[in-house]
């Protein structure tokens, strides 16, 4: 069973900076594929940014430029770093592992683990 804890969120002003960390734990699949997800009040979850086992990562085009995802392969964690912060990106966000390559992966529905999620609260 994939664990995962979502860290790291907090308040920030317009313009700053936030890190988000998610610790993964129990069985991972070798060809994965993690993403972050973040969901605003009244509005659909939607996926920010999200890498597979090789590597390779996508992002929204809402985020692309202002945030980075990677990942410590050794410590089994994923990482958001989150740049030039807007209001718009006020949310819960969450971090899920897709039951199938990130190829095939698009929507939250394509993602069966899910942590609890972080909230992240962006000041103008």
């Known amino acids: 069973q994939v664990q995962l804890a979502e860290s790291g969120g907090g308040s920030a002003q317009a313009g700053g900076s936030l890190r988000l960390s998610c610790a993964v734990s129990?069985?991972?699949?070798?060809?994965?594929?993690l993403g972050w997800f973040r969901q605003a009040p009244g509005k659909e979850r939607e996926e920010v940014a999200a890498?597979?086992?090789?590597?390779?990562?996508r992002y929204s085009d809402s985020v692309k430029g202002r945030f980075t995802l990677s990942k410590d392969d050794a410590e089994n964690i994923l990482y958001l770093q989150m740049d030039s912060l807007s209001p718009e990106d006020t949310a819960m966000y969450y971090c899920?592992?897709?039951?199938?390559?990130?190829?095939?992966?698009?929507?939250?529905?394509?993602?069966?683990?899910w942590g609890k999620g972080t909230l992240v609260t962006i000041s103008s």
């Open positions: 129990g069985y991972t699949y070798s060809s994965y594929c």
């Open positions: 890498i597979d086992d090789k590597g390779a990562t």
């Open positions: 899920a592992e897709a039951y199938y390559s990130c190829a095939i992966s698009h929507s939250s529905a394509d993602f069966g683990y």
